[in-house]
């Protein structure tokens, strides 16, 4: 067999699987701390969504002005919209906080 030709048929082959792959991506939902319930659920509803694509959600929280100083609501507000996804989604990590955010990678159980 022909070395170029064998060379060819492999680097097709790659190029074919690789095409078939898919990535997970990670997509962002941004919550703020007044958020009213309504609209927490809706966010949950979207999160659900990109879970079931198959992509990772990264939640994110900004706070503004005086809201840094009750950074534990913040956090109360993130674990009640982790505990509104239910059994399906786990937490990626902990809750990482960098200057008035805080942010939270969020997986789908398989």
């Known amino acids: 067999m022909d070395w170029g030709a064998h060379q060819y048929q492999q680097d097709r082959l790659a190029r074919k699987q690789k095409s078939k792959q898919k990535m997970s991506e ?40 005086r809201e ?15 505990e509104l996804l239910g059994s399906q989604a786990y937490k990626d990590g902990t809750i990482s906080k960098a200057g008035n955010r805080m942010s939270l990678l969020i997986g789908k159980k398989k």
Not at 59 to 64: A, G, P, Q, T
Not at 75 to 81: A, G, R, S, V
């Open 26 to 65: 990670i997509k962002g939902i941004r919550i703020s701390y007044k958020i009213g319930t309504h609209d927490l659920e809706m966010k949950v509803k979207q999160a659900i969504k990109f879970l079931d694509r198959g992509d990772r959600v990264k939640l994110e929280i900004i706070l503004r002005g």
């Open 68 to 82: 840094n100083r009750f950074k534990d609501n913040a956090l109360e507000k993130m674990e009640k919209f982790v």
